[in-house]
C-alpha cells in the first residue's frame, strides 16, 4: 500500500490521503502514533475505520429528575459557584462542584483529577454524562460524569480505550483526520450501487458513524458501511472461488440401499434424509454442491461411504479428503470395515507413504483400479490422476481454508462435491463462506449416547483430577489430557512435552502414557494413536491434533488444560473425542482464569452439549476470522458488520456480488476499481 512517509502532507496546504500515516495528523504526533499502531492503525485511512464500540446519547439532554435509576444518561446543567478540593486519608483528593439544571440542584464529584478544578471554576453551562444518583447535601449526585460543551449534541463516540489512548484522544484524532480530508474521501462503491439503494456517500457514511447527530444518523451510515463492508468480503470470496459449472455431471444411480442394509446399525433419520438428499442431487446431471453438517458423532461417516458406493456402483471414482493424516487413516479403516463384503476398491494416499506405494496407488487409481481414495492435501497435488472421478468428499472442510477448495474439484470433469462439517457453521456464515451451497444438517444422534458431563475447575483441584483419572484407567478406561502448546514456550502454559513426561515418572508411574502433538512425524503419531487405540496406552497426553476425528469409544475422560486458552467450537470438538461408546463420559475444563469472558465461555461448556449453540456463541464472542482458529478460515475480521444482526444485508450483498462477478469476474472495469481497492484492504493480511 502507498504510504507518505517522511514530510507532513499538509505543509505545502496539500490535503491528507487516506494512505497518510497517522501520524500528521493533528492531535497525534509519534508517540500517539505509536499507540494507534499496536491497535493495526497505521493510515488515516485505517483511523476513520476504527469504529466507536458504542456511543453516549447525548443527543436528548434530560433534567436531573428525568434522570432513569441506574443508566447513564445525558443532563444539560449550568455550574454554579466554585470547586472545593480536599485530600482524602489515602492521600488522594477528591473534587466536587455543584450543578443546577433550572429545577434542581446535583453535587458532581471527582476523584484525583488535579485538572478539573480549573474547568469547573470556567462555569457555563455544559452536558453532563454519567449516573445520576440520589445525593447526600443537595437532592442529587454524579460521580465523575464526562463534560461535553452543548453543542455537542448529538451521539458521542466511544472507541475501545487503552491507557495510552483513551476514547477521546481517539475521537478528536478521528476528528481533525475528517476536517482534513475535507470533501476528499474517495467512495467505496461504485456510484451506481449508491444510487440504486440509497446508500450514503463513502465520507459522509465516515462522518455519520463517528459523530451521528442522532440514531437516525447512525442507522443510515451504519446501513452503508456494513453493506460496504459486507459486499467487500463476498466479492473477495468470490474471487477465491473456483466458478461453479451448471451443468455436465456424471448421473449417478442411488445405489445407497444395497449399501444401507449391510450396515451393523440402522440409520438415524437424519441420515436417511442426508442421503436421499445428495442422491437426487447426483442423479440431476448437474453438479452437486452440498454442505452436509452434523456435529461430533452425528454419524457423517456413514453418510458419505453411502454416497461413495453409489457412485462407485455407477462406474465412477470418488476422492475423500481429511485434513490429517491420522484421520485419513481412520477414514480408511472405517471404509474398509463399511465396504467390507463389497467388491469395491478402496486406498488410502499421504504424504508420509513411501514413494514406492505412492506410486503404486496413483498407477492403480489411473487405470481405474481404485473406486474410493482416501488421503489428505495429498490428493490435491497435480500428479494425481483419477480415470473417473465423480464425487469429492471432503472432511472438515474448514480446515483446509478457502483458497485449496476447488483444486482437486478441477481435476474430474466436473464432480459432485460434498463438504463434511462437525463445527456446526452457523447459517449466516456458511453462506458467506460456501456461496450458493446448498445445506444438509444431521440434527439427531445415533441411539445410545449419553452426554458428556463437563465441569470447570482451578488448577488447586488437579491432584483430585489425577486421582480421578487414575480410577477410571483401573477401572478399563482410557483418558485425555489436552494442553495447548507442546513446547514451553509461554509462561506459565502446561506444555505437553514436558508435562508428559513428568506424569510417567511421577503421578502416572506404571500406566501407558504417550504424547501426541502437531509437529510429529506422521509415522510416529499413527504409532501412537494406534497404540491408544488398542489400548496399549492408558494415558494419552497431546495438543489439539486430537480434536479431529479419533475415534476411541473406550476413552472416558478428557481433561483440559488452560482450558480458557481454546476457542468454544475448539472445546466442542475436543470434546467430541469422548462420550463415544457405551460408557458414561466427563469432562474436565481446568482453569484459573477469572476474566468474566472467559468464565462465560467455560460455564456454556458445562451448560450445553448442542454444537450449533455453541458455535453461535463462539461467533458472538470471537467475530468470524477467529471463529476457526486463526488463518484457517480465510476469513478477514470485519470491522462493523455483524453476522447475526446483518442477516439480511448478507442476503443482498451475496446477490449483488455475483450480478457484479458474472459481468466483471475481475472487477477491472473502471467503475469497479473501488470495489477491488476494497477487497484488497479487507483482505491484505491474507496471503495463503
Ligand atoms: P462424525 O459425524 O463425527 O464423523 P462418525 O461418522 O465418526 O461421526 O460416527 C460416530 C460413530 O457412530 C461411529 O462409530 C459410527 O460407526 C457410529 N454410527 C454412525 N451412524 C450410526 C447409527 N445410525 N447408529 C449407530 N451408530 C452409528
Ligand atoms: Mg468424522
Redesign the pocket.
Known amino acids: 500500500m502507498k504510504r507518505t512517509v517522511g514530510r507532513d502532507p499538509t505543509e505545502n496546504g496539500r490535503l491528507m490521503e487516506l494512505s497518510t500515516d497517522v501520524k500528521f495528523v493533528k492531535s497525534v504526533g509519534e508517540k500517539r502514533a505509536r499507540a494507534f499502531a499496536r491497535l493495526g492503525v497505521l493510515t488515516v485511512g485505517d483511523l476513520l475505520r476504527d469504529f466507536p464500540r458504542a456511543y453516549e446519547d447525548c443527543s436528548a439532554p434530560l433534567t436531573l429528575a428525568e434522570a432513569p435509576a441506574d443508566a447513564p444518561c445525558c443532563i444539560r446543567a449550568r455550574i454554579e459557584g466554585l470547586s472545593r478540593t480536599r485530600n482524602t486519608f489515602a492521600g488522594g483528593i477528591v473534587t466536587t462542584a455543584e450543578i443546577y439544571d433550572g429545577l434542581n440542584r446535583a453535587e458532581i464529584v471527582f476523584f484525583n483529577n488535579k485538572y478539573i478544578g480549573k474547568i469547573l471554576d470556567r462555569g457555563g453551562e455544559h452536558l453532563f454524562y454519567g449516573k445520576v444518583e440520589a445525593g447526600e447535601y443537595t437532592g442529587y449526585k454524579m460521580t465523575a460524569p464526562l463534560m461535553y460543551s452543548p453543542d455537542n449534541a448529538g451521539l458521542i463516540p466511544v472507541y475501545p480505550a487503552t491507557s495510552d489512548l483513551p476514547s477521546r484522544a481517539v475521537s478528536a484524532a478521528v476528528k481533525n483526520a475528517l476536517d482534513a480530508m475535507g470533501g476528499g474521501i474517495p467512495d467505496s462503491l461504485p456510484s451506481r450501487l449508491i444510487e440504486k439503494y440509497r446508500l450514503l456517500r463513502t465520507g459522509e457514511a465516515l462522518k455519520k458513524i463517528h459523530f451521528p447527530k442522532d440514531a437516525d444518523e447512525l442507522a443510515s451510515a451504519r446501513r452503508t458501511l456494513v453493506f460496504e463492508e459486507l459486499l467487500t468480503l463476498q466479492l473477495g470470496l468470490y474471487g477465491m472461488k473456483s466458478s461453479r459449472s451448471s451443468g455436465g455431471a456424471p448421473v449417478i444411480e442411488d445405489r445407497s440401499g444395497e449399501f444401507t442394509s449391510s450396515?451393523?446399525?440402522?440409520?438415524?433419520g437424519a441420515?436417511a434424509r442426508a442421503i436421499a438428499d445428495c442422491c437426487a442431487d447426483m442423479r440431476s446431471g448437474a453438479p452437486m454442491n452440498r454442505l452436509l453438517q452434523?456435529?461430533?458423532?452425528?454419524?457423517?461417516?456413514?453418510?458419505?461411504a453411502a454416497l461413495c458406493y453409489s457412485a462407485a456402483k455407477s462406474g465412477f471414482q470418488c476422492a475423500v479428503m481429511a485434513p490429517t493424516e491420522v484421520l485419513a487413516k481412520q477414514h480408511y479403516d472405517?471404509f474398509l470395515s463399511f465396504f467390507g463384503g463389497t467388491d469395491l476398491r478402496v486406498a488410502l494416499l499421504t504424504g508420509s507413504m513411501t514413494a514406492k506405494g505412492k506410486r503404486e496407488t496413483k498407477a492403480l487409481l489411473e487405470s481405474g483400479e481404485i473406486d474410493v481414495l482416501i488421503g489428505t492435501h495429498a490428493l490435491i497435488t497435480p500428479d494425481v490422476a483419477f480415470r473417473s472421478l465423480a464425487l469429492v468428499v471432503t472432511?472438515e472442510q474448514h480446515r483446509f481454508g478457502v483458497r485449496q477448495r476447488g483444486a482437486l474439484v478441477s481435476k474430474g470433469v466436473t464432480p459432485h462435491t460434498l463438504v463434511?462439517s462437525?463445527t456446526p457453521i452457523p447459517r449466516t456464515l456458511a453462506l458467506m463462506i460456501y456461496g450458493d451451497l446448498d445445506i444438509t444438517v444431521?440434527d439427531e444422534m445415533?441411539?445410545?449416547r449419553t452426554p458428556v458431563k463437563t465441569y470447570s475447575v482451578g488448577t488447586d483441584m488437579r491432584g483430585r483430577i489425577y486421582a480421578f483419572l487414575k480410577k477410571q484407567i483401573d477401572s478399563g478406561r482410557q483418558c485425555f489430557i489436552v494442553c495447548p502448546a507442546v513446547e514451553e514456550s509461554d509462561a506459565g502454559l502446561a506444555a505437553a512435552r514436558e508435562y508428559a513426561e513428568k506424569l510417567s515418572r511421577e503421578e502416572f508411574a506404571g500406566y501407558g502414557v504417550g504424547l501426541l502433538y502437531g509437529s510429529m512425524k506422521p509415522k510416529d503419531k499413527n504409532r501412537v494413536m494406534e497404540d491408544f487405540a488398542s489400548g496399549k496406552l492408558s494415558l494419552l497426553v497431546s495438543t489439539t491434533v486430537i480434536e479431529v476425528?479419533v475415534?476411541v469409544?473406550n476413552a472416558t475422560v478428557m481433561a483440559v488444560e488452560n482450558a480458557e486458552r481454546f476457542g468454544l467450537s475448539q472445546l466442542h470438538q475436543l470434546r467430541?473425542r469422548i462420550g463415544?461408546g457405551k460408557h458414561e463420559s466427563f469432562c474436565i475444563l481446568i482453569s484459573d482464569a477469572q476474566n468474566p469472558d472467559a468464565l462465560d465461555r467455560l460455564g456454556i461448556m458445562c451448560r450445553t452439549s448442542d454444537g450449533f449453540k455453541i458455535a453461535e456463541e463462539d461467533l458472538r464472542l470471537r467475530g468470524p476470522g477467529d471463529f476457526f482458529g486463526q488463518r484457517q478460515s480465510g476469513l478477514p475480521d470485519l470491522h462493523i458488520a455483524d453476522l447475526q444482526a446483518d442477516g439480511r444485508i448478507i442476503a443482498a450483498s451475496q446477490k449483488i456480488a455475483r450480478e457484479i462477478i458474472t459481468e466483471d469476474p475481475t472487477l477491472s472495469k473502471p467503475e469497479n476499481a473501488c470495489l477491488r481497492k476494497g477487497v484488497s484492504r479487507l483482505f491484505r493480511d491474507y496471503s495463503a
Not at 263 to 268: A, D, E, H
Not at 294 to 304: L, Q, R
Open positions: 450396515l451393523p446399525f440402522r440409520l438415524t441420515q452434523g456435529d461430533v458423532g452425528s454419524g457423517k461417516t456413514a453418510v458419505a472405517t472432511d463434511m462437525a444431521l445415533p441411539p445410545g476425528g475415534d469409544p467430541g463415544r
